[in-house]
Nanobody
Framework: QVRLVESGGGIIQTGGSLRLSCTHA?????MGWFRQAPGKEREFVAG????????DYSERANGRFTISRDNAKNSVTLQMDSLKPEDTAVYYC?????????????????WGQGTQVTVSS
């Protein structure tokens, strides 16, 4: 069973940057970041394959967020720049059952506890 722990959330002003980290114990394949805003469904943000040869971003994250991973350090990072109030959400790190990270959360079989990101206007 893979255990995931996120860190790096906080309160930031519009236009600022945050760096989220996810460390994992256990073997992982594709990794993804999802988020859930109050009153909304959880949505895909970014995903990275095990070898980092395929990276995918949601339309809202594309151009502002960067996902990366270091398999030697068992970590995945989400660099978030040019943050907007609509980015406010709980952000979750997830481990996929496949080599590639898909947008479907049903493909993920391990989740972290989440870290809160609040962007103030």
């Amino acid at each position: 069973q893979v255990r995931l722990v996120e860190s790096g959330g906080g309160i930031i002003q519009t236009g600022g940057s945050l760096r989220l980290s996810c460390t994992h114990a256990g073997d992982t394949l594709g990794m993804g970041w999802f988020r859930q805003a109050p009153g909304k469904e959880r949505e895909f943000v970014a995903g990275i394959s095990w070898g980092a040869d395929k990276i995918d971003y949601s339309e809202r994250a594309n151009g502002r967020f960067t996902i990366s991973r270091d398999n030697a350090k068992n970590s995945v990072t989400l660099q978030m720049d040019s943050l907007k109030p609509e980015d406010t959400a709980v952000y979750y790190c997830a481990s996929s059952r496949w080599y590639h990270a898909t947008r479907n959360e049903r493909d993920y079989n391990a989740w972290g506890q989440g870290t809160q990101v609040t962007v103030s206007s």
